[in-house]
């Protein structure tokens, strides 16, 4: 993808809910990957999920599921059963397309966790 | 389990002086890559190496330059630290080739410029 736009700076949740985090990309590619990192206050930046665009199946790791809309240029990231370890910033990212190696990541959302 | 470890988690430097930053990543990756992050910008590229002495510039690569002598190794050096440069970096390393290369990121070292 060219761009990634993230538009939500910041969201809360309250704990045990569910939550979608929006992101929009544009690209002339036909064949790329989607991602969704997470930054935990003062730890490590890491891969939460990822997502092939040619599969039409939306991408799930555990509470973790994206809702790909291709024809939307839409990814977006929904947390279910929200627990306080949500909390932290969530950057939507484009890996590398043909002939090129810059990762495009949005701005960021900062999601709070209410208890 | 991939590790990237950054020298310093904080750091704190005088306008004017040279700042270096390290990285090492233990996963023989081939591309590593350095990142500014400041609240409502993002991650933002300084520079990007994909071999060994290797190096291609990001978005931002003024008042900076890096070294990479070993593969597992790459340095991020602020010449002369201006107080415009305080901010969150990144390291972060990958395979190369694209597709599903995630890349794996280190702690981050915060530079405060006084």
């Known amino acids: 993808a060219q761009t990634v736009t993230q538009s939500q700076p910041e969201m809360s949740v309250q704990e045990a809910e569910t939550v979608t985090l929006s992101c929009t990309y544009d690209?002339?590619?036909?064949?790329?990957?989607l991602f969704w990192y997470k930054q935990p206050p003062s730890r490590q930046m890491i891969l939460v999920i990822r997502?092939?665009?040619?599969?039409?199946q939306n991408a799930t790791e555990n509470r973790f599921s994206v809702n790909f809309q291709k024809a939307a240029k839409s990814f977006s990231l929904k947390i279910s059963d929200s627990q306080l370890g949500d909390a932290a910033m969530y950057f939507c990212?484009?890996?590398?397309?043909?002939?090129?190696?810059?990762?495009?990541f949005g701005t960021g959302t900062r999601l709070k966790v209410l208890a | 389990d991939v590790k990237v470890t950054q020298s310093s988690r904080y750091l704190v430097k005088r306008t004017g002086e040279k700042v270096f930053l390290e990285c090492v990543q233990d996963?023989?990756?081939?591309?590593m890559f350095w990142y500014r992050q400041d609240p409502g910008l993002g991650l933002r590229l300084i520079y990007f190496?994909?071999?060994?002495?290797?190096?291609e510039k990001g978005d931002i690569p003024e008042g900076y330059s890096v070294s990479r002598e070993k593969k597992e190794r790459f340095s991020l050096i602020l010449e002369s630290a201006s107080t415009n440069q305080t901010s969150m970096y990144l390291c972060?390393?990958?395979?190369?080739?694209?597709?599903?290369?995630?890349?794996?990121f280190g702690p981050g070292t915060r530079l405060t410029v006084t």
């Open positions: 972060a390393s990958s395979f190369s080739g694209q597709g599903w290369n995630e890349q794996y």
């Open positions: 690209t002339s590619e036909s064949d790329y990957y």
């Open positions: 997502q092939e665009a040619y599969k039409q």
């Open positions: 990212a484009s890996p590398p397309t043909s002939g090129t190696y810059k990762y495009i």
């Open positions: 996963m023989d990756h081939e591309n």
């Open positions: 190496s994909y071999d060994v002495k290797m190096k």
